[in-house]
């Protein structure tokens, strides 16, 4: 139990266009979500926690407004990076808090290439 | 954002070899995970820990939640090819939902036959 599945995998984009990430929970209902963005060789850095049915919560230094986060029911997050530049490159992550709300589980990842 | 003090930053051992991780921080955490992470995946949960003190174990892999609820380690046994990967400590504050987890570097393993 507890799969959170996450898609594309892999996507590349031209630069200036926008890019949509959806984060699933298939099997327990996730009223949290996070996305986390990794660069190569690095840790995993917070960038927003997402709620159902209200705003999501930034962390400092991510745009609102190019990480656009939509969290519109139980088990479905997404992440759109509009207006994308090659600096946003980078490998984004969702996890989501399962059912018992002792756990953390991640999704595979999203390779995000913008040319 | 804040991150936990892992080390050491990368290892290289021969198979059947033992290898201990920890992490340390300044603050107390309520909660102890450890993650590994294949290129290009995303990081898979190991071994979660709930209570000062408690020592846990998942197969060939043990943890433990430091008594002072500052540090927690984790210890592989006889190491195999496939443990190569990123192994990372999360902390969690709060056990109430939402949340948020705070990573440590992570541990590079590598594992030769």
């Known amino acids: 139990g507890a799969v959170v599945s996450q898609h594309p995998s892999r996507v590349i984009c031209k630069s200036g266009t926008s890019v949509k990430i959806e984060c699933r929970s298939l099997d327990f209902q996730a009223t949290t979500m996070f996305w986390y963005r990794q660069f190569p060789k690095q840790s995993l850095m917070l960038m927003a926690t997402?709620?159902?049915?209200?705003?999501?919560?930034?962390e400092q230094g991510v745009e609102k407004d190019k990480f656009l986060i939509n969290h519109a029911s139980l088990t479905l997050s997404t992440l759109t990076v509009t207006s994308a530049h090659p600096e946003d490159s980078s490998f984004y992550i969702c996890?989501?808090?399962?059912?018992?709300?002792?756990?953390?589980?991640f999704g595979s990842g999203t390779r995000l290439t913008v040319v | 954002g804040q991150q936990l003090n892992q080390s050491p930053q990368s290892m290289f051992i021969q198979e059947g070899e033992d290898v201990s991780m920890n992490c340390t921080s300044s603050s107390i955490f309520n909660t102890w995970l450890w993650y590994k992470q294949e290129p290009g995946e995303g990081p898979v949960l190991l071994i979660a820990?709930?209570?000062?003190?408690e020592l846990t174990s998942n197969g060939r892999l043990t943890a433990q939640f430091g008594i002072t609820r500052k540090d927690s380690f984790l210890n592989i046994s006889a190491s195999i090819p496939s443990d190569v990967g990123i192994y990372f400590c999360a902390g969690q504050r709060q056990e109430t939902s939402g949340s948020r987890l705070t990573f440590g570097e992570g541990t590079q393993l590598t594992v030769n036959p």
């Open positions: 820990l709930y209570k000062a003190g």
């Open positions: 997402s709620n159902e049915g209200s705003k999501a919560t930034y």
């Open positions: 996890s989501a808090i399962n059912s018992n709300r002792r756990g953390y589980t």
